[in-house]
């Protein structure tokens, strides 16, 4: 079964550092998405992905945060000058469809000290 | 008024019983709706998508009321592998997002 991955599992880094997280979407679909879970709170919406460009980004997707799509398979989301309130489950996901089924990946825990 | 919103729980039940959760949203131009289901520390999988017309899935029945924004989950025969947070999901018409709820713990206790 075609699945979403995503590297590393899990990341720990200073803070002021800068982080690439990584996902490979699956192959077929053609929007892609980030969000973001702290420990305990709930999946929070980050950035939508399609035809090589945002189409959506929330508040919390500022000036720190970018994505790219370098090579036509992997799916990046980087953070710039990490901050302690980063640290968090990134999850990246796929669609084949707008406001279609989600396909997750099982996720980049983060951890900024 | 959150964009979705969801009674957090948790909703402790013994094995057997059926429990419902609720979840409204507030944009009325919303098309799609979802229910996901995240163990603790896992990512979220699809549990089902909910039509206008109410579907059901085996011990799991789902229903919209697009008119009072709300949509609704049913689990039947509550099992202890069902115990997991559920998550209501709004797809944003107006923009390529999908919204989740905070979640609805879930306990089944044998």
């Known amino acids: 079964e075609p699945e979403v991955t995503q590297t590393p599992s899990h990341q720990v880094t200073q803070m002021g550092q800068e982080v690439i997280l990584r996902c490979v979407p699956i192959s077929n679909h053609l929007y892609f998405y980030w969000y973001r879970q702290i420990l305990g709170q709930k999946v929070e919406f980050l950035v939508s992905f399609y035809n090589n460009e945002i189409s959506e980004k929330s508040e919390i997707f500022d000036d720190q945060f970018s994505v790219e799509r370098p090579d036509g398979s992997n799916f990046t989301l980087k953070i710039r000058s990490t901050k302690l309130e980063d640290s968090a489950m990134y999850f990246c996901?796929?669609?084949?469809?707008?406001?279609?089924?989600?396909?997750f990946g099982e996720g980049s825990r983060l951890t900024v000290l | 008024r959150k964009e979705v919103e969801q009674d957090p729980g948790p909703f402790n039940v013994p094995e057997g019983a059926t429990v419902a959760f609720n979840c409204t949203y507030s944009?009325?131009?919303?098309?799609?709706f979802f229910w996901y289901r995240q163990d603790c520390r896992k990512e979220p999988k699809l549990l089902m998508s909910?039509?206008?017309s109410g579907n059901e899935d085996g011990r799991f029945t789902a229903q919209l009321n697009r008119a009072s924004q709300y949509i609704s989950l049913l689990i039947r025969d509550s099992k202890l592998s069902d115990s997991a947070t559920y998550l209501c999901v709004v797809f944003m018409d107006s923009s390529y997002k999908l919204i989740f709820g905070s979640g609805t713990r879930l306990l089944v206790r044998p």
């Open positions: 944009n009325s131009a919303s098309q799609s």
């Open positions: 909910v039509y206008s």
């Open positions: 996901a796929s669609s084949e469809i707008a406001g279609g089924e989600l396909f």
